[in-house]
């Protein structure tokens, strides 16, 4: 079963892991080849994650051999103490079982899960890994595997087969494993793509449904990209235990992992599609928070609505909910240095840097088509800054690109202003796109609205 590697591959495989399911947990062997002489420090998840603090009541039962092992839980550290510089073997459990309907939505998107029907983990959950680098070899085999499906977002397919990679390759990606578990393939620009869902209710219509609407936006994003895409995609859609949360997820290079709630009988509801279609859009769009959240919530509204799975009044529908929820919010003036420091306190800390993002974006918008007399400014500008730049988007570069478009200190001044300082977004200041109009409502809110349909219409376009 198992893939053969090369004898070069062997000697430099730095840490060699034995995943071995059983009944109801997952035991873990490594093997591990240690750089630095008689002692060293090996490092657990990730704390910009949420539900790392305590991630040893998941992980557990460590033991060594050739070395004196100690666990040291706060700092999510295991010290491996020994002479000279011998190979290494280190055991661990993976076991933990969700305990109520009262955790938030990060400890059960990012924790791991475990029984006898269920296996749910993700790489950062469990492996081990030297401090910073993560460019060594690592191998992943199985000695047993759960006797229901199970789908290796470390392999392309899916697979059980035994992959040597960089460390950085195993990191950020999950083993699923469900007995309501599907995996469908289906090609786009000839490579195949890979659908994974466990649905509750109403499997092959929601299963239909999903592979329909990805079908649409992805080659939507293609489309406006004109990109070529010669890789697989993996789009997981996949319930929640014990929450009732939407829906949340996680991009994962090419493949999207997302979670939501189990009571109704229809997983693509709306609000969850666009979460989808958002992920997918990561694909292009990344970068600085401002750039790879707010502006690619706007692609995203952008691709549903040039698609036509949207109308133009769900796109101003979502530009004028983000504004309200940005002229609302308490937190509205904080800088933006101060968000991500108390980016998991959620609630506002969690969306206020999309809403900020997608609304100066928006701004931004009119003030090209007004400069440059071009109703297509958002394909413009995605097109000019480019994908090589847009996925790990900086200031600097964007304040090079858009400068053709806008004056540069007028840029400059209002970037520093709107996004960083945060000082409150005067919409009535500058032009908006064509075909709408800025109002105010009783509360003070400002608004969008459509004034001239066939006009706004025209700024969607794919080609």
């Not at 591959?9 to 591990?32: F, I, P």
């Not at 977002?153 to 950085?168: C, H, I, L, R």
């Not at 469908?184 to 000839?190: K, N, R, S, V």
């Not at 239909?208 to 789009?235: C, E, R």
Request: net charge negative; aromatic share 14%.
């Amino acid at each position: 079963m198992f893939a053969c590697t090369s004898q070069e591959e062997q000697a430099n495989v730095k840490m060699d892991y034995t995943l071995d399911w059983q009944t109801d947990h997952l035991h873990v062997s490594l093997v591990y080849t240690p750089t630095e002489a008689d002692s060293t420090t090996l490092h657990y998840g990730e704390i910009s994650y949420g539900g790392q603090a305590d991630i040893f009541s998941c992980v557990k039962n460590f033991q060594g051999e050739n070395c004196i092992l100690k666990t040291d839980s706060a700092a999510r550290e295991i010290k491996l103490y020994y002479e000279g510089n011998p190979t290494l073997e280190v055991e661990y459990d993976m076991e933990y079982d969700l305990e109520d309907e009262k955790l938030n939505c990060p400890r059960e998107l990012f924790r791991p899960n475990t029984d006898k029907d269920f296996l749910y983990v993700q790489g950062l959950n469990l492996y081990l890994h030297e401090k910073g680098d993560k460019d060594y070899l690592q191998r992943v085999k199985w000695l047993n595997k759960p006797d229901f499906p199970t789908f290796c977002m470390y392999n392309e397919d899916g697979s059980f087969d035994t992959k040597v990679a960089p460390q950085s390759e195993f990191y950020y990606k999950f083993i699923l494993g469900d007995r309501r578990l599907h995996v469908d393939t289906f090609e786009l620009y000839g490579v195949t793509n890979y659908m994974v869902t466990a649905p509750l209710k109403n499997a092959d219509y929601n299963r239909a449904d999903i592979k329909d609407f990805f079908q649409k936006v992805y080659t939507g994003y293609q489309k406006f990209w004109n990109d070529t895409i010669d890789y697989s995609y993996t789009l997981v859609m996949y319930p929640f235990e014990k929450i009732r949360h939407e829906v949340t997820g996680l991009g994962l290079g090419h493949a999207f992992l997302s979670r939501y709630n189990h009571y109704a009988d229809t997983i693509l509801t709306k609000d969850r599609a666009t979460t989808v279609a958002h992920e997918i859009g990561h694909n292009w769009i990344s970068g600085e928070q401002w750039f790879g959240e707010g502006f690619n919530d706007l692609q995203t509204w952008y691709i549903l609505t040039a698609t036509g799975l949207r109308t133009i009044d769900d796109y101003v529908a979502e530009i004028n909910y983000y504004i309200r929820k940005l002229h609302h919010s308490e937190i509205r003036n904080l800088p933006n240095d101060q968000i991500a420091d108390n980016f998991w306190k959620l609630g506002d800390y969690s969306w206020i840097i999309y809403w900020r993002g997608a609304v100066y974006g928006f701004r931004l918008l009119g003030q090209m088509e007004t400069m440059m007399g071009d109703p297509h400014a958002f394909k413009t500008l995605m097109t000019t800054l480019g994908k090589e730049h847009t996925l790990g988007m900086k200031k600097e570069y964007f304040m090079e690109k858009v400068s053709q478009f806008i004056d540069r200190k007028t840029l400059e001044e209002e970037f520093e202003k709107y996004i960083i300082r945060a000082e409150t977004m005067d919409l009535s200041a500058s032009p908006l796109p064509t075909g709408c109009k800025l109002i105010v409502e009783a509360d003070g809110t400002p608004q969008v609205q459509i004034t001239d349909r066939e006009a706004f219409a025209s700024h969607f376009i794919l080609e």
